[in-house]
């Protein structure tokens, strides 16, 4: 389970006293959301066209856009390499990406930095997915609603290709 939400008004002002909250003033920011959802997760597929995780990748990421570390991206370069070698994929047959990214530049870069370090064979396109365009940023909750959307995007036929990333 993951619930979160941004909008509150100590959460506000703590990314308003920051920069990072986006503004008439501040165009490189996030706009807040709030979500909760449940992952339900089961040995076998319990439902029809279930969702299978076929890597797991997990790294941390030093360089923020709070502290002045050289960013690189190599939390989330690492942690896609790792998920992408235990799922015995490579990185151009992804064919769509789901991602946390809510509105700040540095995310987009990181995105960016992460997938050509990854990237050993040319794609003609690898969209990126973000529900953050739609619903803001749902914080801890974002992970799972990129579960949710992949499967709904699977299920109903929408996806891009056969195998997604899910990042963030």
Same mark, same amino acid.
């Given at each position: 389970?993951?619930?979160? =939400?941004?909008?509150?008004? /100590?959460? @506000?002002?703590? $990314? %308003?006293? /920051?920069? &990072? *909250?986006? #503004?008439?003033?501040?165009?490189?920011?996030?706009?807040?959301? !709030?979500?909760?959802?449940? $992952?339900?997760?089961?040995? /076998?597929?319990?439902?029809?066209?279930? @969702?299978?995780? /076929?890597?797991?990748?997990?790294?941390? !990421? #030093?360089?923020?856009?709070?502290?002045?570390?050289?960013?690189?991206?190599?939390? $989330?370069?690492?942690?896609?390499?790792?998920? *992408?070698?235990?799922?015995?994929?490579?990185? +151009?047959?992804?064919?769509?990406?789901? =991602?946390?990214?809510?509105?700040? =530049?540095?995310?987009?870069?990181? @995105?960016? *930095?992460?997938?050509?370090?990854?990237?050993?064979? #040319? &794609?003609? !396109?690898?969209?990126?997915? +973000?529900?953050?365009?739609?619903?803001? %940023?749902?914080?801890?909750?974002?992970? @799972?609603?990129?579960?949710?959307?992949?499967?709904?995007?699977?299920?109903?036929?929408?996806?891009?290709?056969?195998?997604?990333? $899910? +990042?963030?």
């Amino acid at each position: 389970m993951a619930v979160d =939400s941004l909008i509150d008004a /100590r959460s @506000l002002s703590w $990314l %308003d006293s /920051r920069m &990072r *909250l986006k #503004t008439s003033d501040v165009t490189d920011g996030l706009i807040p959301g !709030e979500a909760a959802c449940i $992952l339900v997760v089961s040995k /076998r597929p319990i439902a029809e066209g279930a @969702l299978r995780l /076929r890597g797991l990748g997990l790294a941390i !990421e #030093t360089a923020t856009a709070s502290n002045e570390e050289p960013f690189r991206a190599d939390g $989330l370069g690492a942690a896609l390499k790792a998920a *992408l070698a235990e799922a015995g994929v490579q990185m +151009h047959e992804i064919a769509f990406r789901l =991602s946390d990214v809510a509105g700040e =530049s540095y995310a987009f870069e990181e @995105l960016v *930095l992460a997938q050509l370090r990854n990237m050993r064979q #040319t &794609r003609p !396109e690898q969209p990126v997915w +973000h529900a953050a365009d739609c619903m803001g %940023d749902c914080g801890a909750a974002a992970g @799972l609603i990129q579960f949710a959307w992949a499967e709904q995007a699977f299920k109903r036929g929408y996806a891009p290709g056969d195998i997604a990333a $899910l +990042h963030g």
